[in-house]
Nanobody
């Protein structure tokens, strides 16, 4: 069983930055990809960013492209989301997710088997 533990959420003013971390523990961890998703009140969970566990491929939602950066540290089984130039519309619960068995990059939450607990990110105007 894989556990994903997130940290780094909180309250920040518009224009500020936050860095989320997601550490994986459990059985030998080598997913196909890791992703960050977010869910605002009354809205569906949406894709934010994805990174392949090997190689350098990254993918971003248009709404965060140029402001957010996803990265990973394979030795520490950790993935990060650096969020800059935050906007009030970025306010949401942010979830880390692992696609353990995929063969293609998917932005659908249904393709991710493991999920973190989801820290709150609140951006005030």
């Amino acid at each position: 069983q894989v556990q994903l533990v997130e940290s780094g959420g909180g309250l920040v003013q518009a224009g500020g930055s936050l860095r989320l971390s997601c550490a994986a523990s459990g059985r030998t961890f080598s997913p196909y990809a890791m992703g960050w998703f977010r869910q605002a009140p009354g809205k569906e969970r949406e894709f934010v960013a994805i990174i392949r566990w090997t190689g350098s491929n990254t993918y971003y939602a248009n709404s965060v492209k140029g402001r957010f950066t996803i990265s990973r540290d394979n030795a520490k089984n950790t993935v990060f989301l650096q969020m800059n130039s935050l906007k009030p519309e970025d306010t949401a619960v942010y979830y880390c997710a692992a696609d353990a068995v995929g063969s293609y990059i998917s932005s659908s939450a249904r393709d991710y088997e493991y999920w973190g607990q989801g820290p709150q990110v609140t951006v005030s105007s």
